[in-house]
């Protein structure tokens, strides 16, 4: 028996960019559900149950924060990845501190929105089955041990460090905001540069070239991202 097809809602008040994700994802085997405003948005998350869902945060009646909010307030974990024009970079970091997976700028390649919902669909599939060791290229990082590796030699973190790692270990492949990041390993907000200090230090330590990091991505303005998992 086939598995079911993947439903996807795309909340966009635009109807090409409707039409254009839903040609360019239904090539992908995806079930496109489609909605121009919130209030429809609504209506379908309650009658479709999408597994993911495509959301523009600058809609005409329901602002999308207010969408994301509602929908993880009501407990509902499904992956959403945000639509923003490049410039709404306050709007980013909002939706992803209020629990969004990723974001992709306007104007943006379908492909690249095609590779988003993959991990973001993945790394949902791995929050329900988490495995004790992460591996991602020559890093490994054994949750339950507390050891960390790079080409099998175990490397040495402050404890601060080896937070900052754990936590983009557990969101692997998903953007963390600076405040996220700060909140999960410090309790609460601290100067972004102080963050920025132990990440560069983190770096000299896994990265095989700091100055061109592999492993934890710089999203500008916003925060960072682990890559994902082998």
């Not at 966009?12 to 839903?22: G, S």
């Amino acid at each position: 028996m086939n598995a079911p097809a993947i439903k996807i809602l795309v909340v966009d008040d635009e109807q090409p960019i409707r039409k254009l994700l839903r040609a360019g994802l239904a090539t992908q085997g995806y079930v496109i559900i489609d909605a121009p405003n919130g209030r429809t948005a609504l209506e379908e998350m309650a009658n479709s149950a999408p597994d993911l869902v495509v959301l523009d945060l600058g809609l005409p009646d329901i602002p999308g924060q207010d969408l994301l909010k509602r929908w993880r307030a009501e407990g509902n974990s499904v992956p959403i990845v945000i639509l923003s024009s490049r410039t709404d970079e306050a709007g980013i970091v909002e939706a992803l501190d209020l629990g969004a997976d990723d974001y992709v700028p306007k104007p943006f390649g379908v492909n690249e929105l095609i590779a988003r919902i993959r991990v973001a669909l993945r790394h949902r599939l791995q929050q329900q089955g988490e495995k004790p060791v992460f591996q991602t290229g020559a890093l490994s990082v054994d949750l339950v041990r507390r050891i960390v590796r790079v080409d099998g030699a175990e490397v040495k973190l402050s404890p601060k460090e080896y937070e900052i790692l754990r936590t983009l270990v557990q969101y692997a492949g998903k953007v963390l905001t600076h405040n996220f990041l700060m909140k999960q390993v410090w309790g609460e907000v601290q100067d972004v540069q102080y963050l920025r200090v132990y990440v560069r230090q983190l770096r000299q330590k896994i990265e095989p070239d700091p100055e061109q990091p592999r492993y934890i991505r710089t999203e500008t303005g916003v925060g960072y991202r682990l890559s994902e998992a082998d």
